[in-house]
């Protein structure tokens, strides 16, 4: 046994890597229709849970560096045709229903928000990891708790991905 710890750094753009993976994988070659399939009316399709998955992403890690979020700085909510602040959190079922985004528009975005959280992750020191985060809904809490959330949040969305693929195109996608 060693007194070294593991990065927390690196250890949390594992899991966002990992991820970023899965996700890749299991909407590799999928139709339109298929992307945005819902197993009934009030479950989310593929393409709302990824873009989901992307915009918290995207707004929670640039809460933590204190930089804009590239769905704003970049003109993805523009380009989308819908709100700067809105995350999909709280989204009714008629909303995400209602959610269809041009196949490159959606996977362009989740590039673009993979690519601009992990360069804010990967320079974060000890020092910031403890200073604290204002990240609606929940009450301020430090970074690295505000980071774990997210990567177990996007463990969850990734996972339901994962399970949906399976469900429309069934085993193999792997």
């Known amino acids: 046994m060693t007194d070294e710890h593991v990065d927390l750094t690196g250890f949390i753009v594992q899991q966002l890597e990992a991820q970023y993976r899965t996700i890749k994988l299991a909407t590799d070659d999928l139709t339109d229709e298929q992307l945005y399939y819902q197993p009934t009316a009030d479950t989310n399709s593929i393409g709302w849970l990824m873009w989901h998955l992307s915009r918290w992403r995207d ?10 979020q590239v769905w704003v700085s970049d003109g993805w909510a523009t380009r989308f045709r819908l709100s700067e602040v809105g995350t999909g959190l709280g989204d009714t079922p008629e909303q995400v229903a209602a959610f269809r985004a041009e196949r490159a528009l959606l996977f362009g975005y989740v590039d673009a928000a993979h690519r601009a959280t992990i360069e804010r992750v990967t320079p974060l020191t000890a020092t910031r990891f403890e200073q604290p985060v204002e990240h609606p809904p929940g009450p301020s809490r430090p970074a690295w708790q505000a980071l774990a959330g997210m990567c177990g949040d996007s463990y969850q969305h990734a996972g339901q991905i994962a399970y949906l693929r399976g469900m429309i195109t069934g085993y193999g996608w792997r």
């Open 59 to 68: 707004s929670l890690s640039a809460a933590v560096t204190g930089v804009s």
